[in-house]
């Protein structure tokens, strides 16, 4: 150390005191902060089960297998919209998550370098849009298109199914998810590129050196390093398309019934507790959609939970398996 | 047709590039044809008399009436005021809360459950928020249930995570070097935080704060349930309804009126500007903390 040693005699006793009260304050503020994260969290759980304590007392568990949503009668089960949530997040991800892995393998493995950029940056833009906005786009655009020209069409082929048939306004199930996918998409691929650019060069050039083909090397070499990665992924998706309000609500035609097709109109859990509250809620019915808001936190909080926890192990085994 | 097996092998690969390459293309129809639709539609409407006039009287063309276009004054405002108070609620708490993790972490061990609540609390979703503030603030204070008042705290609750979770990442980036070096010359803990180690992470949280402004700026569903409808007539006051550009949109596009629905898209257009400006904006400062970084 070639600094000078200081001049000047050691500050008096009197700033340092002071400092030191500086710092327990700055302390206590930050612990207020953290202290007020937390308690948003417990009393999340807390303030909704206080709100529906009216119907999860009337109810009980029949609120779970109750097939009718009836103010009038009040009578609530969530069974219906129970339903439409998983069904639409469901197909939302089989057609999510083969275009996701799919555009992931690409910009990672195919890819020429000076694509990479702008394409990851467009997909980045795409999750970045308002969910109202996709709704609008879906409601005004896409309901036409789907009820004259697309549904026309699986109606003829797919129609012995079961699956698509019954009266089609285009406001349906089927039509939610597919705006539920693009919605879905951008946080599949972004994560599944993550993993998969971060499975070792060794790796790759392994398979390479023996043989394999591009694809054999994606196949067998990369996909199965990063795994836990795109699964983690998906699950990501998932909530993000379990918990989507706008999109849903503008596009699913707001039925309070089990769907019997693809083609009927529906409602999911979050385009319910929107319609319902923003219409004209009775005070009766404010518990109940309160229960529903709190089944749909546990479900969305418990997956979201699980994926963090497959992510940290994923980037765990990273470590572990770089050496 | 027969191919030897390297053939056939080379094939199928090359045909999977093809396909992984097409999900690229399928990915991007969705998003040029709303972007598209947006700028087509919106733009239709964008004059001088979107940013100067209030929401007019629902209307449709028919033989002897003309409608009035107006304007989205009410919800431009809305949506600042509400942006305003959200972030003036969630930035300090998610600052706060980020230098409690990163700056006493290792001698706290609780600090490090801020990174696992903001993980937990990003997947809430948006309707939940609203539901949740709705059921708060009924009990507290019922005038304000429908309120701006109400509706910056639903989004303060989206934003608070993204916020200590960004900020936790851009303190982590300060070198221990630097909290050393000022800690040595006697500055206290405090104004080396505060003066120091904040400054030189400020582009960073100022990314995750534009982050988190761009998410509850488009956010429709909580406004759905605490906002109310204020948009008929300028806003009151924020413990009145209130109107934001995301709700407008909602009762635009489910009005049978064909200039809401014009508005409606004019509001998408200018959201959507917004929040690429902000995205924009945000790469820009955390291109410029890479590049001082590089320097540095």
Redesign the interface.
């Known amino acids: 150390m070639s600094t000078a040693t200081p001049s000047k005699p050691a ?1 008096p006793r009197r700033t340092r005191t002071v ?2 009260w ?2 327990w ?3 206590l ?6 202290a ?3 308690a ?2 417990v ?2 759980l807390v ?2 089960v ?2 529906s304590r009216s119907t999860i007392q009337a109810l009980g568990l029949s609120f779970l297998y109750t097939k009718v949503w009836n103010p009038e009668g009040n009578v609530y089960g969530i069974v219906p919209f129970a339903v439409g949530t998983l069904l639409t997040s469901a197909i939302a991800l089989l057609i999510a998550v ?3 892995i ?2 992931a ?3 990672t ?3 020429p370098g000076w694509l990479r950029g702008p ?1 990851g940056q ?5 999750a ?10 879906g ?3 896409l309901v036409p298109i789907m009820r004259y020209d697309i549904d026309p069409v699986l109606l003829r082929y797919l129609g012995w199914t079961g699956w698509f048939s019954g009266p089609d306004y285009g406001l349906s199930v089927l039509t939610a998810s597919l705006v539920l996918s ?1 919605m879905a ?1 951008p946080t599949i ?1 972004a994560i599944s590129r993550d993993s998969i650019a971060a499975v070792p060069r060794s790796q790759k050039e392994a398979a390479l050196s023996i043989g394999a ?4 090397v ?1 196949r067998k070499a990369v996909l199965p390093y990063a795994r836990s990665g795109i699964i983690a992924g998906i699950v ?1 998706g998932l ?1 993000r398309a ?5 999109a849903v ?2 596009t699913i035609g707001n039925k309070n019934a089990i769907p019997t097709s693809l083609f009927s109109a529906g409602q999911t859990i ?1 385009s319910l ?2 319609n319902d ?2 219409e004209a809620a009775t005070p009766q019915e404010i518990p109940a ?2 229960e529903a ?1 709190l089944i ?2 546990i479900i ?2 418990s ?3 699980g994926a ?1 926890l497959a992510l940290a192990r994923f980037q765990a085994g990273r470590g572990v398996g770089a050496e | 047709m027969k191919f030897d097996r390297p053939a056939r092998r080379k094939l199928f690969s090359n045909s999977m590039t093809v396909l992984t390459g097409l999900a690229i293309v399928v990915i991007m129809i969705p998003l040029f044809a709303v972007i598209y639709e947006t700028l087509s539609l919106g733009g239709s409407v964008l004059n001088a008399s979107l940013f100067t006039q209030g929401i007019p009287y629902p209307c449709s063309p028919r033989a002897g009436v003309t409608c009035q276009q107006g304007g989205l004054v009410v919800a431009i405002q809305g949506t600042f005021e509400l942006i305003a108070l959200a972030a003036l609620i969630s930035v300090p708490i998610g600052i706060g809360a980020a230098i409690f993790s990163v700056e006493y972490g290792r001698e706290h061990a609780a600090a490090r459950i801020v990174g696992l609540v903001s993980d937990v609390l990003s997947g809430v979703p948006s309707i939940v928020a609203g539901v949740f503030v709705y059921t708060l603030v009924l009990l507290y204070e019922p005038t304000i249930v429908f309120s701006t008042l109400s509706g910056s705290f639903a989004l303060a609750v989206l934003m608070v995570p993204i916020v200590a979770r960004t900020c936790e990442e851009a303190l982590r980036t300060v070198p221990n070097s630097v909290r050393e070096a000022a800690l040595a010359l006697g500055i206290s803990k405090w104004k080396t935080t505060l003066r120091i180690v904040l400054v030189s992470a400020l582009p960073g949280i100022v990314t995750g704060v534009l982050l988190a402004v761009a998410r509850a700026a488009g956010e429709a569903a909580p406004l759905l349930i605490a906002l109310g409808n204020g948009c008929a007539h300028p806003l009151q006051g924020v413990n009145q309804e209130g109107c934001a550009l995301p709700l407008w949109i909602y009762i635009g596009a489910t009005s049978p009126y064909a200039n809401w629905i014009a508005l409606a898209w004019g509001a998408a257009l200018i959201l959507l500007v917004i929040i690429l400006a902000l995205s924009v904006i945000s790469r820009l400062t955390l291109d410029r903390m890479a590049r001082r970084m590089r320097g540095g």
């Open positions: 500050p400092s030191k500086g710092d304050i700055f302390l503020l930050t612990i207020v902060a953290t007020l994260i937390v948003l969290m009393a999340l303030v909704l206080y709100g083969p275009l996701g799919g555009a393998i690409f910009l493995q195919q890819a394409v467009l997909i980045e833009l795409l970045a849009i308002p969910s109202i906005i996709y709704g609008f786009w409601l005004i655009v693009v998409i691929t083909t591009d694809w054999e994606t990501l909530g379990l918990g989507e309000t706008m609500t503008l979050p507790i929107a509250f923003f959609l309160l808001a749909l936190l969305t909080l997956i979201n939970i963090r």
